[in-house]
C-alpha cells in the first residue's frame, strides 16, 4: 500500500468492510522476567473499531507496541492488507500506514500543535513545513467539528485537546490503520462522547481502528469486534454483539487462586480509627486529577481493600496518603492527626509503612546490599545507628535474621538487592516495612509479579498482622485477593470510589464487574 | 574627545567577538538535541593550529579556515560517539575533549609558534552601509567572516524555527522518546548536530589563528571556548540573541579599561557575564512559567535510549 | 549486525563484576598509553624516547618521586572532595575556583588578618577558614541546584570565573604587593608561616597528611556513618532517598561544602607551601581542579583508590614537565593523555552495562 498523501486522506471512497487489514501471526515477545506475549494471532478489517480487552500486564500494550515497531517479536510474522511486512521501527509503521496514539502522549510539551505535526511529515519539504499543516488542521477542524488552534502550545491544553492532536498526528501522515492505547483514560465523559463520534465516522471512511481498553462499558459503545488476552495469550475474539459484560468480564479476569481463609472476627482491642480521608483530590505527573473526590476510613484490626484495574488513580491515592505526593485538596488524618501534605518521614514517625508500586525504582536502591536497603527507612534510628556511624554487626544481625523469617533465598546480607528475584525482593521490602511494627501498611500490588507460594505466603503476612490489631489497606487487581483477604472493599474506578461494599456477601463475579466500571 | 575613541575600542570588539559567534551558535545546536559539549576550549585549539598550518602551507586563509572546521568536526565525531552510541557521561567526555585538543595542538602547533601569516583576509567594507553613522563603521567594515557571522545567526535562527529540521533538532532536545516515536531517527540528530557544533567551533577557532591575530600561539583561544558555553546559555539557546549576547562579552571586554576611569574595576566587570548567567538561570528556573518557555531543552546531558523497560 | 554468518549483539548485562570495574582503569590507561605513541609517532617523534623521559624522569629518580608527592597532594584533596560530590550525583566542576578561593583565604589570613601573628596559630587558622571558604564557594551552586533547578555544571564552572575575577581584581588592586618582572602578585608572606617542607622537595608535609587523612577519613565517611549512606542513596535513586525521607537539600549542601572544603585545603597548601604569595590565578590551580576529575574517576570513584590514582596522574604531569625539557616539546603534550585515559574510562564504562557477544546465526 502506497503512502497515502495527507490530503488524500479525507477524500477516500469506503472500502470492502470484509478486508482484513492487519494480521499477526503467532507473535510471541519476551522481556527478562515476563512472556508479555505468547503466540498470539490477531486479526483486524478494514472499516472496524476492534477493541483490544485485558487487564494490566495482559500483554495489549506489547502486542500494539509490536505492530508500531516500537518493539521487535522473537517470533511471529505480520500481513497488512495480506502483504507480509517488518516493521523495524515507528517510522516504518508510519510509512505503512499505521498510527499510534499512545496512553502517554507523545507530544513534545514546549513546541506548538502545528509543529508536533510537522514531525516526521515526510513530504511538506524543508521550509515553512508549519504554514503547510495549518491548512491541513483547518480542513480537519471542519470536517470533524472540532476545534484545533495550530499555534497553541502542547502545555497549554487540556488531555482531551492533546489527544485530539495525537489522532490527528496519525491521520497527517495517512494512517489507515490507528491504534489507541486506553484512551478515555484522561478524558471527561463529554471528551470521551466527542472521541467516539470522531471515531465512528473515521471507521465509515474506511479506518481500521483498534482500541485498547480495560473498560467493559467502552466496549459495547463503540466496538465492532472484541479480542480478549489474558496474562500474553488470546482468550478469544468475539463479534460485540454477540456477547454480554459477564462473559467478557469472566473471560478478561479469568480463574481464581484457592481462597484463603479470612479470620474476619473481631479480637480483644479497641476498635479506633486509624486512617480518614476526607474528599481527596490529587494531581498525577501530568497535571491531570488523578483522584477526585475520594473520602473513606479504616479501623484497627480492618483490611481494606482498594481494587481496581491500574490507572484509576491508586497509586497517587496511596503516595498522597503516604506523603510521597502533594494533596490538592482533601484532608488525610492519621490516629487523629491531621497529617495531609506531611513529608514521608513524620508521616512513617505516625506508624504508617508502605510497600511501593514500583518496587525498583521507589522501594530500594538496586545497587546497594540487602543490608543496607533493610535500613533504609530506620537508618537514623537506634540500635541501627548511633550519633554518626552505621551499626554495622547489628545490622548484619538484624538482616540475617530477617531473612531466615522471611524466607528470603540469598546467599548472604551483603549482595545488591537487584540481583534478588522479584519476589524475594518484595519479601526483603515486606520484611523491612513489618519489622517497624506498623499500625498502618499501605501495600500497593503487593504480589504482583510473585508466583503461588509466594504471594500466599504475603497474604499470611498480613493476616498475621491484621490479628495483631493492625490496619492494612491494600491495593490490588486481583479480585480473589481482595475478596480473600480484605473486609471492607471499595472499587477504584476513573479517580473516585464507585462504591464501597463489605467483602462478606460480595462475589468475584460482581467485584469484577464493578471493576470494569459497571456499578451494581 | 575620549569617547570618540570609543567606536574603534567597539570595532575590535566586534571582531573580537565573531570567533565567540560562530563556536556558540554550534553548541547551540548542539545543545538543543541534548547534546553538552564541554570540549569547545579544545576543539577551537585545534582547529585554530590546522587552519593556521593549513593557511601557511597553502597561501590560502577561506582553505584555513574551512578545513579547521573540518577538524573540529572531527574531534566532535569523539565526543559524539563516546556520548550517544556509547552512552558515556557527557560532562566527562566534553572535558576529556578539551584537555585532548589542548594537547594535540600543542604537540602539532610546536614548531609554528609565533610565526605570521602572509597572505590574510582582506577587510571588505560593504559600499553603502559603511557610511550608516555609528553603525556603518561599526558592523560594515570588517573582513568577509564577520559579514558571515551576522548572515550565520540569522539563518541559522530561520533554520531552527521556521523549518522542518529546526523541529526535528527541537523535538530530539525536548523529548527524545516522543520524537523517536514520530518516526525521527534521534540518533543521526544528535550526530549531526554535536558534529556540525564542532565544526562550528573549529571555525572559530580558525578564525583566531587565521584572521584575528593572525598567527599561532599556544593556548591562543584563552578560555573563548567556556565563555561561549556561557553566551550559549546566557542566550537562553537561540541563534539571534547568541549574536547580541556575544556582543555583550566582547564589548565588556573592549572597554574594560576604557571603564576604569569612570571608578569602574575591570576584573570585577569581567565577572559580570558569569555572575548574570547564573542569575538568568535562576530566575528562570524559579519561574514555572518561565521554565516552560525558557530554560535548557529537557533532555541536555541525558542518553537515550529505546528499549528500556523496568520490571 | 551481520557479518557472513555472525551476529554481533548488544545485551544489558544483570551483574556489574567488581574486577571488571577495577580491570577498566587499567586498560585504559593501556590504550591511551598505545594511541598516545601513535600520535607521537604521526609527528616525528620516537615514542620509546618520549615514554622514556616520562616515566623514568619522573617514576625513576628520587627527585622525580618527590615531585610526584608534591603534586600528589593538591591532587588527592580534590579529587576525594570530587568522589564526595560525584557520588551524590552533584557533578562539581568547579574545583579549580575553590582552590583558589582557599587560597584566597590564606593569603587574607597571612597577611591582612593575622600578619605578625605566632605561625602556630596562623597556620591552622589558614587551613581552618580555607576549608570554610572553598565550602562556602561550593555550597552556593549546590543551594542554586535544589532551589532553583540551575545545572551545578554550569554553575560550577561560572563560579571558576568569578573567582579568578576575583583574584585579579584582588592582585591588581587592594593586595597589590612589589611586583617582579611586572606579574602582579601579592606580598610574599611572612616565612615564619611558610609551611614546613621536607628538606631539599617540595613535599609540604602537613598538607601531605591532610591529604591522605582526607581519603581515609571520607572513605570511612562514605561508607559507614549515617551521613555517608544518605548521600549514596541519594545518588543512586533520589526517589527511594524521598521515600526514605532524605532531606535533598541537606545532602546536596553537605556534600558539596565538603568537595569544596577540600579543594579549598589543596589551595592552601599550594600558597602557603609552594607559592608564598598570590599570584595570577592560574598559576596557583594549575588545571589541578580539572586534574582531579580524572583522579575520581579512574579511583572509580573510591576514595582510597584515590591514593595510587592521583600518584599515577601527578607522575604523568612530572612526565610532562620532563618532556619539556627533554625533548623540548610543549608541556601541553601531557593532557594528550590526560584526556586519552578520560575518554577511554568513560567510554569503556559502557562495558560494565552491556556485553558484547558474537553468536552464529541460525538459519
Known amino acids: 500500500m502506497k503512502n497515502q498523501n495527507f490530503s488524500s486522506f479525507l477524500t477516500n471512497s469506503k472500502s470492502n468492510i ?47 507496541n509490536i505492530l508500531y515497531g516500537m518493539y521487535q517479536p522473537d517470533k511471529g510474522e505480520i500481513y497488512l492488507w495480506g502483504r507480509k511486512v517488518k516493521i523495524r521501527s515507528p517510522r516504518d509503521a508510519i510509512r505503512l500506514g499505521i498510527g499510534m496514539v499512545h496512553q502517554h502522549f507523545k507530544l513534545i510539551a514546549s513546541l506548538s500543535v502545528a509543529e508536533n505535526l510537522a514531525l516526521g511529515l515526510r513530504n511538506i519539504g524543508i521550509l515553512l513545513p508549519v504554514y503547510k499543516v495549518k491548512r491541513f488542521v483547518e480542513n480537519f477542524s471542519r470536517k470533524y467539528e472540532l476545534e484545533i488552534y495550530p499555534d497553541a502550545k502542547i502545555w497549554q491544553l487540556s488531555a482531551g485537546e492533546r489527544q485530539r492532536v495525537e489522532i490527528l498526528k496519525a491521520l497527517v501522515h495517512g494512517a489507515r490503520i490507528l491504534i489507541l492505547d486506553e484512551p478515555t483514560t484522561v478524558l471527561t465523559p463529554l471528551e470521551r462522547d466527542k472521541l467516539f463520534t470522531m471515531l465512528r465516522r473515521m471507521r465509515n471512511d474506511g479506518c481500521s481502528i483498534i482500541f485498547i481498553t480495560h473498560k467493559l462499558k467502552e466496549v459495547f459503545l463503540i466496538s465492532d469486534r472484541v479480542t480478549i488476552l489474558r496474562k500474553g495469550k488470546v482468550v478469544a475474539t468475539l463479534d460485540t454483539r454477540s456477547t454480554n459484560p459477564e462473559e467478557l468480564a469472566k473471560l478478561m479476569i479469568g480463574q481464581a487462586l484457592p481462597r484463603l481463609n479470612n479470620i474476619s472476627d473481631t479480637k480483644s482491642y479497641e476498635r479506633r480509627e486509624v486512617l480518614r480521608v476526607k474528599d481527596l483530590y490529587v494531581l ?154 506498623p499500625r498502618l501498611l499501605i501495600a500497593v500490588y503487593p504480589t504482583y509479579g510473585l508466583d503461588v507460594s509466594a504471594t500466599q505466603y504475603v497474604h499470611s503476612l498480613f493476616l498475621k498482622h491484621k490479628e495483631q490489631g493492625n490496619a492494612i489497606l491494600i491495593v490490588s487487581e486481583d479480585p480473589e485477593e481482595i475478596l480473600a483477604l480484605c473486609d471492607r472493599v471499595a472499587v477504584m474506578f476513573n479517580g473516585s470510589f464507585l462504591d464501597i461494599k463489605s467483602a462478606k456477601n460480595l462475589s468475584v463475579k460482581e467485584l469484577q464487574l464493578m471493576m470494569a466500571g459497571i456499578k451494581i | 574627545m575620549s569617547e570618540l575613541m570609543v567606536i574603534p575600542l567597539l570595532k575590535v570588539a566586534v571582531r573580537a567577538s565573531t570567533s565567540l559567534i560562530f563556536t556558540a551558535l554550534g553548541e547551540v545546536y548542539a545543545e538543543r538535541s541534548g547534546i553538552l559539549n564541554l570540549g569547545l576550549e579544545g576543539i577551537m585549539l585545534v582547529g585554530a593550529v590546522t587552519g593556521f598550518i593549513t593557511a601557511l602551507t597553502t597561501g590560502n586563509p577561506w582553505l584555513g579556515i574551512v578545513l579547521g572546521g573540518l577538524a573540529g568536526g572531527l574531534l566532535a565525531l569523539i565526543h559524539a560517539v563516546v556520548s550517544i552510541s556509547l552512552r558515556g557521561n557527557q560532562i566527562i567526555s566534553g572535558l576529556a575533549l578539551t584537555m585532548l585538543g589542548i594537547g594535540v595542538s600543542g604537540l602539532v602547533g610546536r614548531k609554528y609558534i609565533g610565526i605570521s601569516l602572509k597572505h590574510r583576509l582582506p577587510v571588505t567594507p560593504i559600499p553603502l552601509l559603511k557610511d550608516v553613522p555609528i553603525l556603518g563603521p561599526l558592523f560594515f567594515d570588517h573582513d568577509l567572516m564577520v559579514y558571515f557571522s551576522y548572515i550565520a545567526s540569522a539563518l541559522l535562527w530561520f533554520i531552527l524555527y521556521m523549518t522542518k529540521i529546526g523541529i526535528y533538532i527541537r523535538a530530539v532536545g525536548e523529548d527524545p522518546s516522543a520524537a523517536d516515536a514520530a518516526g525521527v531517527n534521534v540518533f543521526l540528530v544528535r550526530y549531526a548536530c554535536t558534529i556540525f557544533g564542532g565544526f562550528m567551533a573549529g571555525i572559530g577557532g580558525a578564525y583566531l589563528s587565521v584572521v584575528y591575530i593572525p598567527m599561532w600561539i599556544e593556548n591562543m583561544t584563552a578560555g573563548r571556548g567556556w565563555i561561549a558555553l556561557a553566551i550559549v546559555i546566557f542566550a537562553l539557546w537561540d541563534p539571534l540573541r547568541v549574536l547580541a549576547c556575544s556582543y555583550i562579552f566582547g564589548i565588556l571586554e573592549a572597554l574594560q579599561y576604557w571603564l576604569q576611569r569612570y571608578g569602574i574595576n575591570p576584573y570585577l566587570l569581567g565577572a559580570l557575564p558569569y555572575l548574570i548567567t547564573i542569575v538568568v538561570l535562576s530566575i528562570v528556573g524559579a519561574s514555572e512559567r518561565l521554565r516552560r518557555k525558557m530554560s535548557a531543552p529537557s533532555s541536555l546531558g541525558k542518553p537515550y535510549s529505546r528499549e528500556e523497560r523496568s520490571v | 549486525m551481520r557479518i557472513f554468518n555472525y551476529y554481533i549483539k548488544i545485551e544489558r548485562r544483570s551483574v556489574t563484576t567488581p574486577q ?243 579543594a579549598g585545603l589543596a589551595g592552601v597548601g599550594e600558597i602557603a607551601g609552594i607559592h608564598h604569595r598570590l599570584r595570577y590565578p592560574w598559576a596557583i590551580s594549575s588545571g589541578y581542579g580539572y586534574t582531579a576529575i580524572i583522579v575520581a574517576w579512574l579511583s572509580r570513584l573510591n576514595c582510597l583508590a584515590a591514593i595510587p590514582a592521583s600518584f599515577m596522574l601527578a607522575g604523568l604531569l612530572v612526565g610532562g614537565d620532563a618532556i619539556q625539557v627533554t625533548l623540548r616539546l610543549p608541556v601541553n603534550v601531557v593532557y594528550i593523555f590526560n584526556g586519552l585515559i578520560l575518554l577511554c574510562v568513560t567510554g569503556g564504562e559502557i562495558l560494565t552495562k552491556y556485553r558484547v557477544r558474537i553468536l552464529r546465526k541460525v538459519s
Open chain 1, 284 to 437: 498525577n505527573d501530568r497535571g491531570l486529577l488523578a483522584v477526585k473526590g475520594v473520602s473513606f476510613s479504616i479501623h484497627s484490626g480492618e483490611i481494606f481493600g482498594v481494587a481496581g484495574i491500574s490507572g484509576n488513580g491508586q497509586r497517587e491515592l496511596a503516595e498522597a496518603i503516604v506523603g510521597l505526593r502533594a494533596v490538592k485538596s482533601g484532608q488525610i488524618v492519621i490516629e487523629g492527626e491531621d497529617v495531609t501534605n506531611f513529608p514521608p518521614r513524620k508521616i512513617l514517625r505516625k506508624g504508617v509503612a508502605y510497600i511501593p508500586e514500583d518496587r525498583i525504582k521507589v522501594g530500594i536502591v538496586p545497587d546497594m546490599s540487602i543490608e543496607e536497603n533493610v535500613i533504609l527507612r530506620s537508618y537514623w534510628q537506634r540500635p541501627f545507628s548511633g550519633r554518626v556511624f552505621l551499626n554495622f554487626s547489628f545490622l548484619n544481625e538484624w538482616t540475617t535474621k530477617l531473612i531466615q523469617e522471611y524466607n528470603v533465598m540469598t546467599p548472604n546480607t551483603k549482595i545488591p538487592v537487584k540481583l534478588l528475584s522479584g519476589g524475594n525482593m518484595q519479601k526483603v521490602i515486606l520484611a523491612r516495612e513489618l519489622s517497624l511494627h
Open chain 3, 20 to 262: 571488571l570495574n577495577a580491570l577498566i582503569p587499567f586498560v585504559s590507561v593501556l590504550i591511551s598509553l598505545l594511541i598516545a605513541a601513535a600520535v607521537f609517532a604521526f609527528q616525528g617523534i620516537d615514542p620509546l624516547t618520549a615514554y622514556k623521559a616520562i616515566f623514568i624522569k619522573s617514576f625513576g629518580t628520587i627527585k622525580g618521586i618527590t615531585h610526584i608527592i608534591s603534586k600528589l597532594i593538591p591532587l588527592l584533596l580534590c579529587g576525594v572532595g570530587l568522589i564526595i560530590s560525584f557520588r551524590s550525583n552533584l557533578s562539581n566542576i568547579g574545583a579549580e575556583g575553590q582552590i583558589i578561593i582557599g587560597a584566597l583565604a590564606a593569603t587574607w589570613i597571612a597577611l591582612y588578618a593575622l600578619p605578625s601573628v605566632s605561625p602556630s596559630i596562623v597556620i591552622p587558622c589558614m587551613f581552618f577558614l580555607g576549608f570554610l571558604a572553598g565550602g562556602a564557594w561550593a555550597t552556593i551552586p549546590a543551594i542554586l541546584r535544589i532551589k532553583f533547578n540551575v545545572n551545578e555544571v554550569i554553575s560550577t564552572l561560572m563560579m571558576n570565573y568569578i573567582a579568578f575575577k576575583i583574584t585579579e581584581y584582588l592582585i591588581y588592586g587592594p593586595w597589590k604587593g612589589e611586583s617582579t618582572w611586572g606579574f602582579p602578585q601579592t606580598d610574599l608572606f611572612p616565612e615564619s608561616v611558610w609551611l614546613p617542607m621536607i628538606p631539599g622537595t617540595y613535599i609540604h608535609y602537613p598538607t601531605l597528611v591532610l591529604a591522605l587523612s582526607a581519603a581515609v577519613l571520607s572513605e570511612v565517611l562514605i561508607s559507614r556513618t549515617k551521613l555517608g549512606y544518605e548521600l549514596r542513596v541519594f545518588g543512586l535513586s533520589p526517589d527511594a532517598a524521598k521515600y526514605a525521607g532524605i532531606s535533598f537539600l541537606k545532602v546536596s549542601v553537605i556534600a558539596m561544602f565538603l568537595s569544596g572544603g577540600l
Open chain 1, 18 to 64: 470484509s478486508d482484513v487489514a492487519i494480521l499477526m501471526k503467532n507473535i510471541s515477545k519476551r522481556f527478562p522476567n515476563v512472556i508479555a506475549n505468547d503466540n498470539v494471532t490477531f486479526e483486524a478489517r478494514t472499516g472496524e473499531i476492534h477493541a483490544l480487552l485485558g487487564e494490566n500486564g495482559a500483554g495489549k500494550t506489547t502486542l500494539m
